[in-house]
Structure formats: structure tokens, C-alpha cells
T-cell receptor, first 114, second 115 residues
Framework: DAGVTQSPTHLIKTRGQQVTLRCSPK?????VSWYQQALGQGPQFIFQ???????QRGNFPDRFSGHQFPNYSSELNVNALLLGDSALYLCASSPEYGGGHTQYFGPGTRLTVL | AQSVTQLGSHVSVSEGALVLLRCNYS??????LFWYVQYPNQGLQLLLK??????LVKGINGFEAEFKKSETSFHLTKPSAHMSDAAEYFC?????????????FGQGTTLQVKP
């Protein structure tokens, strides 16, 4: 059973560009969350998708947007990249919508903004 | 607002010694509490979680944690450290009243295990 997969593994962009990161949840999971982990920090919640809708959003600007597809996979888009967007972006899936369910994390996408 | 504080950004123990990683949380409603481990260049793996019921929770790889409401703590312990335990450990909290289970993480504690 494949776990959470993310692509690409690494990405280098320049300031002002746009980027799309992709996530496939664990089989049978319908809820996907995205987190940003800056170097030396704990992950910070960006947003969560369930039934193709954004259900909750963390303290991130509108430059960060997302999408969930009917097969539950998800994309994270970041526009007008800033140097401070350099981080590890983690996708997590859970088997049900709601609190208390374990979130299973993917290996992440390392984004470097030059 | 919820928050998590992990006391000690770096903890060093000898192989075979007790591991104690400290976590205190702040939450206005009963919390769900989690410990995750992150190995270099990898994602996070769940060690254990507390939602309801027994306050002493056992997890994988010999780790356990105890939820102490009066102390707002959820410290992680392991009786005997192995070299393979060297990693970054994160404590996280979510609100039981939350529909989404959004996780709030601490800053992390790096565990070093010396031979």
C-alpha cells in the first residue's frame, strides 16, 4: 500500500515565479492538508481540503492556493514567490474528515527560491 | 489560541539511557495530542497520539507519553535509547472541537544519541 506521495522532490525557482506542488493521498484517504516547514522549524498549517473544498486555512496570504481533485489528490500553488517561501512543503492525508484522525505525511517537496 | 512549547531544542543522551522529551500545550478546549518523528530528508511519522481514554499512551519503537491535564503536558519517554532514535521530534496539538483536525506543531527537539 503506497503511502502519501509528493512531486517533485526538489524544485528551484526565482522570485516572482509561480509553482505547483502535487500530492497523492494514501489509498482510501479523502482529506488532504498542506504544511510549510521552514528550516529548523516545526510545520505550519497552510490549508486543508475535503470534498474538493478548502475547509480551513492557516495564516498564509492569498498567494497560496490549492485544489483537490475528484480522486482526492491535491495541488498547492504559490504565486509571486518570495525568498521567504523557501521551505519543505509537506502534504498529509487522513482517512476521515474531522479532528483526532491521524495525519499521514509524505516526504515533502523542497522548494528553494533564489 | 492553541500553542505548543517543546522545552529544549537539543537533547543528548547516551545509548541505553532514558529519553525524555518535554512538551507543554495551551488549548482552550480538550486537546488531541500527537508526537511525530522526522528523520533527515524525510516526512513526519506518527509515534503516538492521545485523543480520549487512558492518559498513558504507548506508541511505536518503545516510546510512550502521558497526558497530564493539570500540568498541560504530554512528555515523550523511552526507557532505553538506541542509536536509531536520533532524529527530530515534534509535539503537536489539535482542538477536539475542530472539524478539520488542524495540527499546531512545536518547534521540535533534536535527539542525539551517543555511543
Amino acid at each position: 500500500d503506497a503511502g502519501v506521495t509528493q512531486s517533485p522532490t526538489h524544485l528551484i525557482k526565482t522570485r516572482g515565479q509561480q509553482v505547483t506542488l502535487r500530492c497523492s493521498p494514501k489509498s482510501g484517504h479523502d482529506t488532504v492538508s498542506w504544511y510549510q516547514q521552514a528550516l529548523g522549524q516545526g510545520p505550519q498549517f497552510i490549508f486543508q481540503y475535503y470534498e474538493e473544498e478548502e475547509r480551513q486555512r492557516g495564516n498564509f496570504p492569498d498567494r497560496f492556493s490549492g485544489h483537490q481533485f475528484p480522486n482526492y489528490s491535491s495541488e498547492l500553488n504559490v504565486n509571486a514567490l518570495l525568498l521567504g517561501d523557501s521551505a519543505l512543503y509537506l502534504c498529509a492525508s487522513s482517512p476521515e474528515y474531522g479532528g483526532g484522525h491521524t495525519q499521514y505525511f509524505g516526504p515533502g517537496t523542497r522548494l528553494t527560491v533564489l | 489560541a492553541q500553542s505548543v512549547t517543546q522545552l529544549g531544542s537539543h537533547v543528548s543522551v547516551s545509548e541505553g539511557a532514558l529519553v525524555l522529551l518535554r512538551c507543554n500545550y495551551s488549548s482552550s478546549v480538550p486537546p488531541y495530542l500527537f508526537w511525530y518523528v522526522q528523520y533527515p530528508n524525510q516526512g513526519l511519522q506518527l509515534l503516538l497520539k492521545y485523543t480520549t481514554g487512558a492518559t498513558l499512551v504507548k506508541g511505536i519503537n518503545g516510546f510512550e507519553a502521558e497526558f497530564k491535564k493539570s500540568e498541560t503536558s504530554f512528555h515523550l519517554t523511552k526507557p532505553s535509547a538506541h542509536m536509531s532514535d536520533a532524529a527530530e521530534y515534534f509535539c503537536a496539538v489539535s482542538e477536539s472541537s475542530s472539524n478539520t483536525g488542524k495540527l499546531i506543531f512545536g518547534q521540535g527537539t533534536t535527539l542525539q544519541v551517543k555511543p
